[in-house]
Nanobody, 122 residues
Framework: QVQLVESGGGSVQAGGSLRLSCAASGRTFSSYAIGWFRQAPGKEREFAATISWSESSTHYADSVKGRFTISRDNAKNTVYLQMNSLKPEDTAVYYC???????????????WGQGTQVTVSS
């Protein structure tokens, strides 16, 4: 089993940056793909980015491509989401999730964190 804890959220102005972290417990962390999803008020949870267990594959939603970068440090059991050029529409609760495939759909992920709030003001 894997337990995930997100951190790094906060409030920033448009154009600013934040780096989210997803810290995992469990010795098998390095064997899981990790995805970041986000959920804005009144909206469905949507895919943002994912990275394979070997770091050889990353994938981004079109809405964040070129602005967000996902990376992982398996030695630290941590995955990061660097978010630059933030926009008000990036405001959401951000969740990390662990699964067997680096996919862009929720059903591919078995373990989820509790989320961290990101608020971007104009």
């Amino acid at each position: 089993q894997v337990q995930l804890v997100e951190s790094g959220g906060g409030s920033v102005q448009a154009g600013g940056s934040l780096r989210l972290s997803c810290a995992a417990s469990g010795r098998t962390f390095s064997s899981y793909a990790i995805g970041w999803f986000r959920q804005a008020p009144g909206k469905e949870r949507e895919f943002a980015a994912t990275i394979s267990w070997s770091e050889s594959s990353t994938h981004y939603a079109d809405s964040v491509k070129g602005r967000f970068t996902i990376s992982r440090d398996n030695a630290k059991n941590t995955v990061y989401l660097q978010m630059n050029s933030l926009k008000p529409e990036d405001t959401a609760v951000y969740y990390c999730a662990a699964g067997s495939l680096a996919a862009d759909y929720r059903g591919s992920y078995k373990y989820w964190g509790q989320g961290t709030q990101v608020t971007v003001s104009s």
